[in-house]
Structures are given as C-alpha cells and as structure tokens.
C-alpha cells in the first residue's frame, strides 16, 4: 500500500471517529469485555533482562503518568527491569530526531511512544516496526478499544502498536482570579472574536500577559490548530487534510485572528508547555491552549478544580474533541522482544490504563474502564468523546506525516517571527501540495 494511500486511511478513520463519537468513549463497566485482558499476559512474572522504553514524558504530569506505569510493570513483571529511555522536549519534538538517528542506525530501543494516526504511518513505512497482533488479541481487541481507534494503528489487517491513552487537545486553562481583575466573565467566549475582545479588556484593566503560550515550536502549532478548528469548523479543518483548500478565505482569516491572538501573549519566559502552564497558574496569565495533561499540573500544585482554576473547550471550538493518541510500539530488531511485549501488555490494561490516566490527565483508550474511578475534567473529556465531533490533531501526529508535520511548524516558526499573513498562508498550502 502506497504512503498516501496509509494517510488517506487514517484521514478516513478520524472522519469516521467524528460521524461515530458515541460508540468510542470509556463505560462505567468495571469488568473487561471480550476474554483475557490483564496484564499479566505472557510469562509468569515477564519475559527477564532489561526492558528499554522511550518516550518524551520527561518532565511534568507526563513524568508523573510514566512513573505510574513504571511502577505497576515492576509490580507485574518483577522479571523485567525497565530502563527509562525518556528524553526531553515537549510533544517529542527532540526525541523524535533522536529515535530517528537510533532507528536508522539499527539501534532501536525496545518500545517506542508514537501517536496514533498519520505519524504511525511513517514508521510502518519504513518497515521500522512490526505488528502487534498477538498482544492485542490477548488484550481483548475490539471488544475493549474502539474499532475505529484500531483502524488508525492498523494496515492491511495488522496493529502496529497499543493505545495507552486519548487526550483532548484544544482545552483553554483559565485562571478565574486573573479574570476576575477585569471583569471577564469565567464562561467561555462564544467564539474567537469573543475571546479577542475578553484579552482586550484584560490588557485594559493591567494585565500585561492575557495569553501564556511557550515558545517552542510545537507549542505554537498546537495553539494554531485550535484557532484553525474554531474559525473553519471541525469538517472543513479536517477536510484540509484530504482534499480542502488551504488557500481558502477561512484560513486566512484564522491566521488573521491567530496574529491578533499572539498580539496578547508573552514573547519569553516560557520555553516549553509546563512554563506557558504555570504563567496561568501563578496568576501571571489569564489563560493558556493546551493539552489535557495539563491538568495534573494544576493538580500537582494544590490547585482546586473549579476554584483556582478553570477550562473550557478553546472558543469556538465547543462541540469538537481535537483528537491525539499515544501508543506504544514493537520496534523491529528489538533487543529484547518478549519484554516489550510484557510493557504493551501493561500498557495496554485495564490497570495500567488506569493508573497511567488518572496521573497524566488523559483519557483510557480501552472502553472498560470505569468513569467513576477519574476526577471531573476526565469525566468530562470522557463526554465529549463520547459525543461530539471528532478532529485530529497537527502538532501531535494524528493529521500528519512527521514531515508534513515538520513543513506546517516550519511555516509557524516563521510567522511567529515576521507575522507575514500571505507569507504563512502561502507555506500552509505549499506543504499541503508537497504531502497531500
């Protein structure tokens, strides 16, 4: 199967994801569906020797849910030692160069994080993995993980890797009392020209940072594909990954309204997420886009739901779950093959799903799991999953190739610089010509 051919399939899946959102989300039921779904699959106690894992959950809440699984897969496979392959850089934007210099000199590790959708493909592709059919089989399929998840790690009939989590990637974190210090109603803007004129009236009352947003580059992308969602809604943002017009007026104006956004937000003091983040929580920002892991920053600090800190879907996107997935893979070559097979078979668990969202802030991607058991910002994730429209995410591998990806931050970068509105316009298109 031709590359493109893999993307338009995985663009078909996340479509299908929107048309289907109520038969995708978490269930109250305690108990796993569709046979064997523990764990402790495989050999009593793990397969032995050293199991080397690699992420980019270095720092912040994603540290925190790592070590969660850390610790139950020591518990599960007291066999198998885990050795941390974490590297730094939010949304792997380093470790990714340096698992590619690794898998290129075939030296993998022996499981990798990538995203669910058109990011997988390029591993696939590059015949850099291997299914995963016998795990997930023993992990209950698509009696426990929603088919239309599967059809986006899957090819020709094989599952190149396991879903540890759903995360939510357009959520405003709001801080009331930085509102309040304007005047700024705590519910969410109708829209983005709405919430334009909210960080008008912030700027007025004194407040110098409205907006916090890092400046690493993955960061601005994942802030960018919100306002695109919210100005085109959620069938024409998708449909720009299949055959819709970059050059349309609605990306022109989203990029319009995206100049005017950062107009409001700091230009230093926040390299990467976990920065951009606590601006908000410190009082020192009214509100920042991120990613459903944020919320286990929040809650790392003493921060009280819906006292000290507020969220919403980002204005104008009310209705749409912005859509990423993690997972994990089995690397061909792989130094040691049964252990990774024990740490997808923990990551693939009802337990270690658990445990691992409740820490990170995400959502199961098996469906067993009870909602009862999370906080109230999963439950509601779990909602909107459950039934709203279903986009997918730019900065975090679902809508692209990792160089579709890398050519869409490139343009990003650059407006971030020279706010060259045609310019920024005319790079979105032509990295859709050179990867649609």
């Known amino acids: 199967m031709r590359f493109k051919a893999l993307i338009a399939a995985g663009l078909a899946s996340l479509l299908a994801l929107s048309a ?3 038969d995708t989300a978490p269930t109250t039921n305690d108990t796993p569906a569709g046979g064997e779904t523990t764990a402790a699959q495989g050999t009593e106690g793990g397969a032995g020797g050293d199991v080397g894992v690699f992420t980019w959950w270095a720092e912040g809440s994603e540290k925190v849910g ?3 699984l850390e610790k139950r897969f020591k518990e599960t496979f007291p066999n198998d030692n885990f050795v941390n392959l974490a590297v730094a850089g939010g949304a792997g934007s380093n470790a990714q ?15 990798f994080q990538g995203h669910a959708g058109a990011e997988l493909f390029d ?3 590059a015949e850099q993995i291997v299914p995963v059919n016998d795990v997930m089989d023993e992990l209950g399929g698509a009696n426990v993980f929603p088919q239309n998840l599967l059809d986006l ?6 599952i190149f890797s396991i879903p540890s989590n759903v995360h939510r990637s357009n959520v405003a974190w709001v801080n009331p009392e930085v509102l309040d210090k304007a005047g700024v109603s705590h519910d969410a803007p109708a829209d983005l020209d709405a919430w334009i004129a909210d960080m008008d009236k912030l700027k007025a009352a004194g407040v110098e940072t409205p907006l916090a947003i890092g400046t690493a580059p993955w960061t601005q992308v994942h802030f960018f594909e919100s306002v695109l969602l919210a100005e085109l809604g959620t069938d024409a943002y998708n449909a720009l990954f299949a055959d819709g017009d ?6 022109a104006s989203a990029v319009s309204k995206y100049a005017k956004l950062l107009s409001f937000a700091n230009t230093g003091g926040a390299d990467d997420w976990p920065q951009a983040t606590d601006m908000v929580i410190d009082g020192k920002a009214a509100y920042n886009v991120m990613g459903d892991w944020a919320v ?3 809650n790392e600090k003493g921060k009280v739901d819906g006292e000290d800190y507020l969220y919403w879907p980002t204005p104008g996107t009310d209705g749409t779950f912005l859509f990423l997935a993690d997972s994990f893979t089995l690397p061909k070559g792989a130094p040691n093959t049964e252990g990774a097979k024990d740490w997808l078979r923990l990551v693939g668990s009802a337990e270690g799903q658990k445990d691992f969202n409740l820490a990170k802030g995400s959502i199961p991607a098996r469906t067993d799991v009870s909602v009862d058991d999370f906080p109230p910002y999963q439950q509601s994730a779990m909602e909107s999953f459950k039934n709203d429209k279903i986009a997918s995410s730019i900065a975090h591998g679902a809508a692209t190739s990792n160089a579709w990806k890398g050519e869409i931050q490139a343009a990003v970068s650059g407006f971030w610089t020279n706010k060259d509105e045609a310019a920024f316009v005319d ?3 032509k990295a859709a010509e050179n990867f649609r």
């Open 20 to 22: 289907c959102g109520s």
């Open 66 to 68: 790592l070590e969660a």
């Open 97 to 111: 160069a340096k698992l590619e210099a690794d898998l290129q000199n075939n030296n993998p590790p022996d499981s």
């Open 123 to 125: 591993y696939i592709q």
């Open 153 to 158: 790690i899957s090819v020709d009939g094989d």
């Open 246 to 251: 970059w050059k349309d007026a609605k990306v």
């Open 296 to 298: 286990a920053q929040f």
């Open 427 to 429: 790079a979105l298109a």
